[in-house]
């Protein structure tokens, strides 16, 4: 496949996800590959399991238990790939290999907690955790519509707050599987000063002294008092991400409630100075596709935040189970011209996804912006 095709592809995986047979699944099972269906939970917008196209693109692909969301179904594994049917063409839409799962998602640290319950890998190499599993949005009743940081900690998926120490021992064990190559962390919002953007201080100051080579990604709440993004930097961040979600005044007050608080003026103050002391290409932001039209002001900010040197990781929202979802899915032909317009606008305004160092955008798994980049170029 040519660039454009690998986009398109992904582009379609992203929005509709496939259908895994009930059936498959057992049938998987006895083969040691375990493959479970939807969201957990989790602080982002998506949730599903990683695969690789055959040039090794990556893709977060939801797996369903209906074949209403989507045209495309998950069949038999021949060789190393899975296929993946199209049944309304009656064809074979792609051929992808599954990432597995890390061996030492079975261990545990030497306090005793399961190992998966620190940390998880993203995509390939990329080791993720929320450092503080809780939200002061959920507290008072202003959680983001899109976001189930609190019910992983309700399943019993991880724990309330990660130490220093576990998260060390955690990369050192992915880092001998070659399974973290680096390193997002992320965190509910909190009441006390900083909006806990003080409690990654002690964790990368621990990871950069014991794993000097791995890059390490932040994502904070955009900040009053700029002087935490130089404390988070010298610390030993690399990248950071201050994620927006939603251009729409309205909107965001109806699905980001609580960080709707935060003006937009705000958000500008914190990407600039972060450019300044992340450097260029080191600063993103999410935007929800699916969320708000694309119309001509949706395009307007869309090219204003590239201007100012920020990457925008547009990615397509999925439902939490166990709740109604908030928006119909996303036509994927929709999200595609997007992609080929933030393309067009990254190329034209010299922002290069390519060369950010950690994190969601280097992991690329849920969003197709470095697709995006790559077809226009």
Known sequence: MDDYQVLEKKTELLCKGVYLNPDLVTYYQKQGINLGYGRKGGAGPLGGRYFLFKDQTLVNVALWDSNEHTNLSLGVKKGEFFQVLDRHQ????????????PR???RKTSDGIEMK??????????????IYQKCAYWTCGEAC???????????????????????????????????CSHATLTSGTTAEKGKGALRYVQILKKLKKDHP???????????????????????GADTIGIHIEIFNENLRKRFTPGK???PRDQFERNWTHALDIFGKNQVETFILAGLEDFNADFILNLEHVISLGIIPFITPVRPIPSKKPIVPPLNYERLLKL???AGTLMKNHGVNPLEFKAGCVRCGGCSAIKEAYRAVS
């Not at 319950?117 to 929320?130: F, R, S």
């Not at 904070?220 to 010298?234: A, F, G, Q, T």
């Open 104 to 106: 030492f998602y079975d």
């Open 90 to 101: 009656n064809n074979v839409f792609a051929e992808l290999i599954l990432v597995n799962n």
């Open 117 to 130: 319950k620190i940390a998880l890998v993203h995509g390939v190499d990329c080791l993720a955790t929320t």
């Open 260 to 262: 709707a608080h935060v």
């Open 145 to 179: 519509k899109f976001c189930g940081i609190q019910l992983s900690l309700e399943n019993g998926a991880t724990i309330e707050e990660k130490t220093p120490e576990q998260l060390s021992e955690v990369m050192a064990a992915a880092i001998k599987e070659n399974r």
């Open 339 to 341: 992609y080929e317009l």
């Open 213 to 235: 080579t791995i890059p390490l990604h932040v994502q904070i709440e955009p900040l009053k008092d700029l002087e935490y993004i130089n404390e988070l930097k010298s610390a």
